[in-house]
């Protein structure tokens, strides 16, 4: 059974830094396209970044430049390094695996982590 665990949020300053993980469980992790989405209260999840199984990476226009997306295989994790936090960056973030090749729409997602809240305070 794949889990997926997500971790590492918390309360940052504006331009501040945070690095988000994902341990996977269950299944390697380079089988699958890795991403992670926010969301906040009352919106739909939103697409952030992704990694293809072939370490191919692809970003929201809001967070290129800022965000870095990473996979770790021996530890079986994908990471999220936040840069230069903003006040919108706050949200609820996800992790997410797929079977299929890169997709940026949650329903195309098959698993989901827990979520991990991300304050960035003005």
């Known amino acids: 059974q794949v889990q997926l665990v997500d971790t590492g949020g918390g ?3 504006a331009g501040g830094s945070l690095r988000l993980s994902c341990a996977v469980s269950g299944r ?12 906040d209260p009352g919106k739909e999840r939103a697409f952030v970044a992704a990694i293809t199984r072939g370490g191919s990476t692809m970003y929201a226009d809001s967070v290129k430049g800022r ?6 295989n021996a530890k079986n994790t994908v ?3 936040m840069n230069s936090l903003k006040s919108e960056d706050t949200a ?10 890169l997709t940026t729409e949650a329903p195309m997602y098959d698993y ?3 979520g991990t809240q991300v304050t960035v305070s003005s």
């Open 79 to 81: 990471y999220l390094q």
């Open 28 to 39: 390697t992790v380079s089988t699958f396209t890795m991403g992670w989405f926010r969301q």
């Open 11 to 13: 309360l940052v300053q």
């Open 112 to 114: 989901w982590g827990q």
């Open 67 to 72: 965000f870095t997306i990473s996979r770790d």
């Open 92 to 101: 609820v973030y996800y992790c997410a695996a797929a079977r299929r090749l």
